[in-house]
């Protein structure tokens, strides 16, 4: 092992911040003199609760929570989430609207309509999903039981700046790459998940926040763990929690708060995305291809000049300690994740390699 500096780029698991995975590593073995790890401990004994119910302080703190909002977590990531929005949400027949703006929604999508009616009110798929489709081009059932969006689609790095109109239609939000990178109105939420290692833990497990009226429709033969109502009831401790996650998530919070919340978040995601955008507008061997007003914050893509040139782009990186910056398949190219765990020190070593890159192969 060496000492040198790893920036990680992955779209996630993701780099989380160095001063939590310090703490983590301090308190590894003994949890405030306990003598034993948190990955040892009861999720029902009292030490765990308290780390149960700081994380709810902090979370609400962090995100202005309205009292009929419950914080659920769940294991198996967003992608439970897909088959859990429709199984509690449609299980008398109603219809529910979805945006598809890229390859999760699109993925939501599928499983949605697998498990009831399903309307799509905007695809950008025609666009390579390189932009979101004006409201007014969206065709909206007028009952819907929910309107379920991505607000920041990982893979092309394309991101909501404004929360949808969904009128008095509850919104259904996938948040994973994106969570805890802003502060936003939650009282115009439905519901609003993420899974936790993009922007605020291990994998494994999701927060889920729903109001209060949404939870207990799913129909009699939901298997329990599906059932939104069954965490709430049971504070998410109905079967062992992924105890661990949702320490660190915990730990992530604090954190946040220390970096001044959810503003300080959201002004340090656009210092880093802003410069490294800049960057690569300005250079005439980089380019991106998202359109600057739906531009995410959080994942980069950009596609060098010449194409041959990607698996000598990436070794290089990598020896200078830049890893995991391979696009996704789809895209193709490269792509930089810089989620709130990414130092701007970070961003600045990827620009300075990319400019050496392109003196010397350009
Ligand atoms: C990563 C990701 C997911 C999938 O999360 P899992 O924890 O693997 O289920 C879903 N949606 C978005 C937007 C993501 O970025």
């Given at each position: 092992?060496?000492?040198?500096?790893?920036?990680?780029?992955?779209?996630g698991?993701a780099?989380?911040?160095?001063?939590?995975?310090?703490?983590?590593k301090d308190?590894?073995?003994?949890?405030?003199?306990?003598?034993?790890?948190?990955?040892?401990?009861?999720?029902?004994?009292?030490?765990?609760?308290?780390?149960?119910?700081e994380?709810?302080?902090?979370?609400r703190e962090l995100?202005?929570?309205?009292?009929?909002?419950k914080?659920?977590?769940?294991?198996?990531?967003?992608?439970?989430?897909m088959?859990?929005?429709?199984i509690?949400?449609?299980?008398?027949?109603?219809t529910?609207?979805?945006?598809?703006t890229?390859?999760?929604?699109?993925?939501?999508?599928?499983?949605?309509?697998?498990?009831?009616n399903?309307?799509?009110?905007?695809?950008?798929?025609?666009?390579?999903?390189?932009?979101?489709?004006?409201?007014?081009?969206?065709?909206?059932?007028?009952d819907?039981a929910?309107?379920?969006?991505?607000d920041?689609?990982?893979?092309?790095?394309?991101?909501?700046?404004?929360?949808?109109?969904?009128?008095?239609?509850?919104?259904?939000?996938?948040?994973?790459?994106?969570?805890?990178?802003?502060?936003?109105?939650?009282?115009?939420?439905?519901?609003?998940?993420?899974?936790?290692?993009?922007?605020f833990?291990?994998?494994?497990?999701?927060?889920?926040?729903?109001?209060?009226?949404?939870?207990?429709?799913?129909?009699?033969k939901?298997?329990?763990?599906?059932?939104?109502?069954?965490?709430?009831?049971?504070?998410?401790?109905?079967?062992?929690?992924?105890?661990?996650?949702?320490?660190?998530?915990?730990?992530?919070?604090?954190?946040?708060?220390?970096?001044g919340?959810?503003?300080?978040?959201?002004?340090?995601?656009?210092?880093?995305?802003?410069?490294?955008?800049?960057?690569?507008?300005?250079?005439?061997?980089?380019?991106?291809?998202?359109?600057?007003?739906?531009?995410?914050r959080?994942n980069?893509?950009?596609i060098?000049?010449?194409?041959?040139l990607?698996?000598?782009?990436?070794?290089?990186?990598?020896?200078?300690?830049?890893?995991e910056?391979?696009?996704?398949?789809?895209?193709?190219?490269?792509?930089?994740?810089?989620?709130?765990?990414?130092?701007?020190?970070?961003?600045?070593?990827?620009?300075?390699?990319?400019?050496?890159?392109?003196?010397?192969?350009?």
């Amino acid at each position: 092992m060496s000492d040198a500096v790893i920036y990680n780029f992955g779209a996630g698991p993701a780099m989380l911040p160095r001063e939590v995975m310090q703490q983590v590593k301090d308190e590894f073995l003994d949890w405030h003199g306990t003598g034993i790890s948190v990955i040892e401990m009861s999720h029902r004994s009292k030490e765990f609760i308290s780390i149960a119910e700081e994380a709810e302080t902090d979370l609400r703190e962090l995100l202005n929570i309205p009292n009929n909002y419950k914080v659920l977590y769940i294991p198996g990531g967003a992608t439970m989430m897909m088959s859990a929005a429709p199984i509690n949400l449609l299980a008398n027949g109603e219809t529910a609207d979805y945006l598809v703006t890229g390859s999760w929604s699109k993925k939501a999508y599928k499983e949605a309509a697998r498990l009831g009616n399903i309307n799509v009110a905007a695809d950008s798929a025609d666009d390579n999903y390189y932009s979101i489709p004006d409201r007014n081009a969206w065709s909206l059932t007028s009952d819907a039981a929910y309107l379920y969006y991505t607000d920041n689609e990982t893979i092309t790095g394309v991101e909501f700046h404004e929360i949808p109109d969904a009128g008095d239609v509850p919104l259904v939000c996938d948040m994973t790459s994106n969570f805890l990178s802003r502060p936003f109105d939650m009282s115009r939420y439905g519901i609003t998940f993420a899974s936790a290692q993009k922007n605020f833990g291990p994998a494994g497990i999701a927060c889920v926040i729903v109001r209060d009226d949404l939870i207990g429709k799913a129909g009699d033969k939901t298997p329990f763990l599906l059932d939104f109502k069954i965490y709430a009831d049971n504070d998410s401790m109905f079967n062992t929690p992924p105890s661990f996650s949702w320490y660190m998530a915990g730990l992530i919070y604090k954190w946040i708060l220390r970096q001044g919340g959810l503003v300080g978040m959201d002004n340090l995601a656009k210092q880093r995305s802003g410069k490294l955008y800049q960057y690569i507008d300005s250079s005439d061997y980089y380019t991106n291809p998202i359109p600057e007003k739906y531009r995410s914050r959080m994942n980069v893509p950009f596609i060098l000049k010449d194409d041959d040139l990607n698996a000598t782009f990436l070794s290089e990186a990598k020896q200078n300690g830049l890893i995991e910056l391979k696009g996704h398949r789809s895209v193709g190219g490269m792509r930089a994740s810089i989620y709130n765990g990414m130092p701007m020190e970070g961003i600045d070593a990827l620009i300075s390699f990319m400019q050496d890159f392109k003196e010397k192969h350009g």
